[in-house]
């Protein structure tokens, strides 16, 4: 059956709910007519639709109504929830006083499988059937709830047009080399320009409070186009539509697709992001290849929608510096834009890094080998180091984390960096958001301090009786002492947030921040068992708080766990091997009889109802790294996983050991995961002297934490 039936027949009883003039006898008529033959002829919708047409089409108010209405409906794509409609039994009911009949909980006959169209056209016949239908619309319920959610529901606009008399430019139009453009962005309860993109209000409904606008900051880049300015305020009002914002751009190529990236942030936060495919022709009238069609194209890259409820929202700590890392598909090169917001709104500032693979990938493989050396060093046998081991092993860690520094920061934006270092407070969350492309960063190596470098650069020794921003210290201005404090690791928390869409999924994935778990907390524990401490390793978590362990030693163990109890799972823990095979390059984790490979997490996909948090303690195996398991993260997330913790580099079981036991107790206690992995950290760095808590990334929201604390009283 038609798929616009649905759209048609909504906005008929929307428009019909709106017009002020009552209808005439004759049109009555004809709507009851219509409703008649929806009830008993609903296969004949071409013949049904020709009446409805010409019905409105002879009633001006109708029709303006009616059109602004199916726009919306349209641009909508389906999206009206389930729950507004009500079920055909329950309609009866209230329009004639018909019996109830028993109906399932998605408002159909018991036996009957699910019909939208079905439903709606049940609907609408029944309506229609009535007397005086505009006046009927006006008292239903379920027609006010879709009217405010269709007025209010809006758009992420993005559209061209000329400069010089603002005519807009059909997506169906390429851009020509060499001529200034309008890019015209807006959020508006109208869809308009290239593609449809609902805009995340639902994000900000707790934040409003009694404003009536609130300000997101628009950023606009790009490789292929010069643009006057990347960054503008949007004021948007509670309702309705925007102001349009106007952005200056200038194709700088021809004869190929160009890419602009547009971004909406609030307070720090990345709301949403949109990539523009757009053809670029040399001269006016060339021909366009097929392969090239369309001309204008766009696709959400990142999304917060239904991401944050309401209450965090409001209550989440404002980020300053917000980092958004993208591949680009053509060339292989790594887009860095930093969003920095240390000076507030009034002085917002924006600059992007472009790297070769090449370089990037040597100076990241720089910082691993230096960790894996450092964990197959003295501290591979013991968590206790001292402060000789730290003076032989931080200032290495700190010249390749100052290189990968200024390559992310190169010179020309040192003025800008220097200036964030100063504000950027300690405990900052930084929020990384990998727009496009699996891009994996060590971003706590990162080494913020000048080094002059020689022969030896001792490590500050009184880093220990100093805050992180070292008051009073002698030694802060020193640029041939090491200060610990300088790796963004101890200075900030870094959340690497697993948005990314990839080529198993067109749509991004949906960021949790919250483990639904009971006062128990079900833990799926997954071992490789020729390991030598995780059985005490159990006891420890077990005293911890009030933990449900399942512990698998072997596949048959994993997969009946995963069967039975993968719905009330709330923390996924994987004490075992992992890396990639050399042939063809999968990537793995080992438990003692097999191995585990994206096919067969693939197959939990939406079972992890809990939204369980995913572990994974490297111990002692050759290959080890985010190289090695950022694929399956996919996999992790359509599972349902809130996110994952993985290793830069493999760790000694004793070391892996306790740090997860020390995380685990905070975590058990309600701390956000975030918190709790940084708390280690510095804990291990100042009461230690053990730099390994660098080794570990949060590929989750700072703030993921248990919606109940298990700690034991």
Partial sequence: MNSSIPNTLLALLLA????????????????QEVGQQLDTKPDYWDFIQEQITALIENNYSLNQIFQAKIRKLEGLEGRVPREFLPNFAELKKELFGEPKKIVTFDGSINGEKYDRTKQIIDITSTILLTENQD????????LEQIYQYVENYRYFNTYFTEPKNQTIIPPSEPLIHGQTYFLCINISPEPQGIDTTPFPDKTLTQVWNDQDT????????????????????????????????IFTVKPDKFGDRGYIQVELFYRGYLLQSKQLTILILPTVGADIPESLRPPQSSRVTFTTTDLLTNEQLALLPERVLTVDVELDQRDGSIDFRFLDRTHSNEELAFYDTTLQPAALGHAIAAIRQQLKLVSESEYC?????????????LPSLAYVGRELYRLLLPANQADVSEKSQA?????????VNPVLGKVTIPWALLYERKIKQS??????????QHDLDCTNCPHKNDQKIICPYAFWGYRYSIEQLPCWTSNKHNYPVALMRQIQNERQLQLSFNVYRDFQLWQAHLPKLQAAG????????????????????????????????????????????????????SNFIECYEST????????????????????????LIDDFLNAGASGVVGTECPVSEIFAEYYATEVFKRLFAGEAMGQAMLAVRQNLLQQYYNPLGLVYSLYAAHEIALARSVTQN
Wanted: a negative charge; proline letters at 5%.
């Fill in 214 to 245: 609130l300000l997101l900051d628009v950023v606009v880049t790009s490789k292929d186009f010069h643009i006057n300015a990347t960054i503008k305020n949007l004021s948007l009002p509670h309702t309705g539509a925007s102001d349009n914002l």
């Fill in 16 to 31: 019909l709910k709106e017009l002020q003039i009552t209808l005439k006898q004759d049109e009555q008529a004809i709507l």
């Fill in 423 to 431: 504000v950027l407070i300690p405990n900052t969350v930084i929020q």
């Fill in 546 to 597: 009030s933990v449900n362990i399942f512990p698998a030693e072997e596949m048959l163990e994993l997969e009946s766990i995963w069967s039975e109890h993968g719905k009330i799972l709330d923390l996924v823990y994987f004490y075992c091997h992992g890396g990639i095979e050399e042939m063809p390059k999968r990537p793995y984790l080992e438990i003692s009889d097999d191995r585990i490979y």
């Fill in 135 to 142: 006046q009927t619309t006006k008292q239903l319920v379920f």
């Fill in 608 to 631: 992890w109802l809990h939204h369980p948090l995913v572990f994974l303690n490297g111990c002692a195996t050759g290959d080890y790294s985010p190289e090695s398991y950022v694929s």
């Fill in 381 to 393: 046998w013991s968590v206790e180091g001292s402060m000789e081991s730290l003076n032989t092993w």
């Fill in 455 to 464: 022969k030896r650069n001792p490590v500050c020794e009184n880093f220990t």
